[in-house]
């Protein structure tokens, strides 16, 4: 699977848009881009992936690059309860299931 | 509905011991996978379980070992504990046996001394 590369820490204004990059430049064409967060205390949740098309759903918007070597998850109004850690993971859809998480970006969403 | 769950939430065993946990996917997800995590990491892969048959195996040792139930909840057993092993152990299900999205439990948090 690619390695995926994000920042350690970002911080965002509650009510405005949260921007999070990652960068893929390794990922390969049935690659698909999936984002996961954990807020403190809890397990990870599912947000969204995909594969070359932008996505929505009711809680992000996922921006895939034309070229695929990067993509941004978008949280539109961030509230105080978006404050995790977010994983950009970049997985195969093989048989397998098997997570790898990296160290992933830590948003601080600040009143 | 329920979502994962997992127990006990807490832990404290002393090293040489052994532990069991246990989970209970969502409502029809028949398969379970653990994780661990340790403080300040993101969660590693142990096991996935689908259909009661081990589906793919982490690089832990032989110290750890789960099993499916036909219920299909699940339980992960680890040995000869060591003070390494202390970390939150989370347990996540899915529909299939190769989806990648899963649910995950609150976790239990194994403390070693």
């Known amino acids: 699977d690619a390695k995926t590369t994000q920042p350690t820490s970002m911080d965002c204004a509650e009510g405005r848009a949260a921007n999070l990059p990652c960068n893929h430049s390794?990922?390969?064409?049935?690659?698909?881009v999936y984002w996961y967060r954990q807020i403190h205390s809890q397990g990870p949740q599912y947000i969204i992936h995909?594969?070359?098309n932008n996505e929505t759903n009711e809680m992000a918007s996922l921006i895939i690059t034309e070229d695929r070597k990067s993509s941004t998850l978008i949280l539109p109004h961030a509230t105080l309860r978006d404050t995790a850690v977010y994983y950009c993971?970049?997985?195969?859809?093989?048989?397998?299931?098997?997570?790898?998480f990296g160290g992933g970006t830590r948003l601080m969403v600040k009143p | 509905d329920a979502g994962v769950t997992q127990s006990p939430t807490h832990l404290i065993k002393t090293r040489g011991q052994h532990v069991t946990l246990r989970c209970s996917p969502i409502?029809?997800?028949?398969?379970v996978s653990w994780y661990q995590q340790v403080l300040g990491q993101g969660p590693q892969f142990i096991f996935q379980?689908?259909?009661?048959?081990?589906?793919g195996r982490g690089n832990f040792p032989d110290r750890f070992s789960a099993r499916q139930f036909p219920n299909y909840s699940s339980e992960l057993n680890v040995n000869a504990l060591l003070l390494g092993d202390s970390a939150l152990y989370l347990c996540?299900?899915?529909?299939?046996?190769?989806?990648?999205?899963?649910?995950f439990g609150p976790g239990t948090r194994l403390t070693v001394t």
């Open positions: 995909g594969l070359k």
């Open positions: 379980y689908y259909e009661k048959e081990e589906r």
């Open positions: 409502s029809g997800h028949k398969s």
């Open positions: 996540a299900s899915s529909l299939l046996g190769s989806s990648y999205e899963q649910y």
């Open positions: 390794t990922i390969s064409g049935n690659e698909y």
């Open positions: 993971i970049v997985l195969s859809n093989n048989a397998g299931n098997m997570l790898t």
